[in-house]
């Protein structure tokens, strides 16, 4: 079965504090994998997508990385507009249209 | 730039009562989306049409009923509202023409079944 577990659940830092958020994932067949960030009252943001291992994508203090097992969302520097849910999905070859699994977020708040 | 719209933002239901939740997306994309967000879970598809006069059915269809107007627009039909039922509802739109899920959502609609 697939299925997309992250962690931690809830991260708390400090303004600078650089982490990470993980993304574990279980799929037959991987054709990507994406993260989203979410807002509270709001819908999932589109941040990367990701194809195979081994790749990295950057955007501003968020960067994204990929292995045959999980990924990970380095944050570097973390400003408090970062506060906000971050979602891991993955998309399996085969799979109908649209049916992205995912996570259930990590919820990161970083004070000033 | 609208991008995704969803209409109405809250919603109270009783039990058994039925509604429309109406998405209309500006970006001349192929492929709509519904999903459901609950606390504690991941978001999960509902329902998607692929392109305009087309659906299928997600991971959660029972108890839900779509339409394709148009290509801008793809509205989700509850015809007996249930407690189970109670949820934040997102639509989205994808180009979808390379394959990769790009997902582009709507603010969503908070709809609670009594």
């Known amino acids: 079965e697939d299925q997309v577990t992250q962690s931690p659940e809830a991260l708390r830092l400090q303004e600078g504090e650089s982490s990470s958020l993980n993304c574990s994932y279980t799929?037959?067949?991987?054709?990507?994998l994406f993260w989203y960030r979410q807002d509270p009252g709001k819908g999932p943001e589109f941040l990367f997508t990701?194809?195979?291992a081994g790749e990295e994508k950057e955007k501003e203090r968020l960067k994204a990385t990929l292995t045959k097992k999980e990924s990970f969302l380095h944050i570097t520097a973390p400003k408090p507009e970062d506060s906000a849910t971050y979602l891991c999905?993955?998309?399996?070859?085969?799979?109908?249209?649209?049916?992205?699994?995912f996570g259930k977020g990590t919820k990161l708040s970083v004070k000033p | 730039n609208a991008g995704v719209t969803q209409t109405p933002k809250f919603q109270v239901l009783k039990t058994g009562q039925s509604m429309t939740l109406q998405c209309a997306q500006d970006?001349?994309?192929?492929?709509m989306y519904w999903y459901r967000q609950d606390p504690g879970m991941g978001l999960r598809l509902i329902y998607y049409?692929?392109?305009?006069?087309?659906?299928d059915k997600g991971e959660v269809p029972n108890g839900y009923n779509v339409s394709r107007l148009n290509k801008r627009e793809f509205s989700l039909r509850l015809e007996s509202a249930a407690p189970s039922q109670t949820s934040v509802y997102f639509c989205?739109?994808?180009?979808?023409?390379?394959?990769?899920?790009?997902?582009?959502f709507g603010s969503g609609t908070q709809l609670s079944v009594l």
């Open positions: 989205a739109s994808s180009e979808a023409n390379k394959g990769d899920e790009k997902l582009f």
């Open positions: 799929v037959s067949g991987l054709r990507g």
């Open positions: 990701l194809y195979s």
């Open positions: 999905a993955v998309q399996a070859w085969g799979g109908s249209q649209g049916n992205l699994i």
């Open positions: 970006m001349n994309h192929n492929s």
């Open positions: 049409s692929a392109s305009e006069g087309t659906t």
